[in-house]
């Protein structure tokens, strides 16, 4: 039993050191969690110190640095001269929202409204690019509301001054977001005016004589997919009548992807308002978003006429025809206005197109408007049978084919200029 137990001894003795190594090794991770730096480097240069408890002194340098190396070392430090470029620098301050802060659903109440939206002068933008889109062009920032503090210092430090920073719980922005998956971000901003506007460079080189007549627009998405062509073919300018759905609605940002911010828009105008935004010159044209070529071109009947397809009109006119007292000639009561395929020639001067609603169509006034400038309606063929284009497909179809017009017309007029 002696002899047993002495083995056993001595099979158990490696074991105590291994145990006590990795005790001793615990300890020191322990240690190390417990250490807070000296200094901190941030990526700008600035250098910043750790103020020490008034019980421990700092401890000595194992050996002194070079004076050649100190010299070195100093342009690490922060200069007072120096003009702040992080969120850390300009000593920019948030409020965190507590239970029960209704700041953020009184002020979404007001921008989900249009009336109150229009009253109060804001809009509401989510998501960080169509947020820092909107910050690009000029437009004013209000409030901002964040889940996460990243989300804020991706933004541009010089244009959060003055803008109230409010963090929230994600749960309430989810809950107040119109988005299936929320990015954490919700800004309130002033609703932006197109004169004050700073729109890219780019998109201001490329821009053409090109304008965009939006009439009873009513879709959210498609005006959205409409102002994205219009940025797209490089039009100047966009309108939108009244009866048109709210440019400044989330729906229509959402679907604009930024759009807003890449070409000037116009909203909620009047008719009468509307060459007052257009060159002199100008000649506007109307899509013939339903109707066939045939009829439209034998007949001038204003019954023959696809496009005469709205009851809105009973409570103008009749479709019937009207006699002139002195001549004793018929005549309808709709402007006559010229027919033509939608690839002919139509962009000798400046020229701007007006899109109707899928509802309703183009309206009366948008056709004498044409019929006084000396328009003509653009038809898009399509197969017999076949209903009419989504207004966006159609807009993006006359736009782009205006485009490709202006620009052969250019190149035709720069080779001119060389033979001669």
């Known amino acids: 039993m ?35 730096p000296v ?9 910043v110190e750790r103020k020490r408890s008034p019980g421990k002194q700092p401890r000595k340098a194992a050996s002194k640095t070079h004076p050649q190396e100190q010299g070195q070392k100093q342009p690490l430090h922060l200069s007072p001269s120096r003009t702040p470029s992080t969120w850390e620098e300009t000593g920019l301050h948030y409020d965190k929202a507590f239970p029960g802060d209704r700041r953020l659903s009184n002020i979404m109440t007001i921008v989900k409204s249009r009336p109150f939206r229009d009253k109060q002068g804001k809009i509401l933008l989510e998501g960080r690019r169509l947020i820092a889109d909107a910050l690009k062009a000029g437009a004013v920032p209000k409030v901002f509301f964040f889940s996460r ?16 920073l409010i963090k929230v719980k994600f749960e309430d922005i989810k809950d107040w977001s119109d988005l299936v998956a929320p990015q954490g971000i919700i800004g309130i901003f002033a609703k932006p005016d197109h004169v004050k506007m700073t729109y890219p460079e780019t998109q201001l080189h490329h821009s053409l004589p090109l304008f965009l007549i939006c ?42 992807m930024g759009a807003h911010f890449q070409v000037p828009v116009i909203n909620n105008l009047e008719w009468e308002t509307v060459p007052n935004y257009l060159p002199p010159d100008t000649r506007v044209h109307v899509a013939d978003n339903c109707g066939l070529y045939a009829q439209a ?42 027919v033509q395929s939608y690839d002919l020639d139509w962009t000798e001067a400046p020229a701007a197109v007006v899109i109707g609603g899928e509802t309703h169509g183009v309206s009366l006034e948008s056709l004498q408007l ?51």
């Open 297 to 338: 071109q034998m007949s001038t009947k204003a019954s023959d006429h696809g496009w005469v397809c709205d009851r809105r009109f009973l409570k103008f006119h009749k479709f019937e025809e009207e006699e002139d007292v002195e001549t004793g000639d018929s005549k309808g009561w709709l402007p006559e206005i010229e």
């Open 370 to 420: 044409a019929e006084s400038t000396g328009g003509k309606r653009l038809l898009i063929p399509v197969v017999p049978g076949v209903d009419s284009l989504n207004s966006a497909m159609a807009a993006s179809i006359l736009l782009f084919e205006g485009k490709r017009q202006l620009r052969l017309r250019v190149e035709h007029l720069n080779r001119d200029r060389r033979y001669h």
């Open 2 to 36: 002696a002899m047993l137990a002495k083995g056993v001894c001595c099979t158990m003795r490696p074991l105590l050191p291994v145990v006590q190594t990795w005790n001793l090794n615990g300890r020191r991770w322990v240690r190390a969690l417990r250490r807070s």
């Open 39 to 47: 200094k901190v480097v941030f990526p700008s240069g600035e250098v």
């Open 149 to 164: 503090l990243e989300y804020i210092k991706e933004l541009p430090v010089d244009k959060l001054k003055g803008v109230s």
């Open 215 to 256: 009439d009873n627009l009513r879709d959210p998405g498609n005006l959205g997919t409409i102002l994205r062509s219009a940025a797209g073919a490089g039009c100047s300018k966009v309108l939108l009548t009244k009866g048109c759905v709210d440019a400044w609605e989330p729906k229509v940002l959402r679907a604009g």
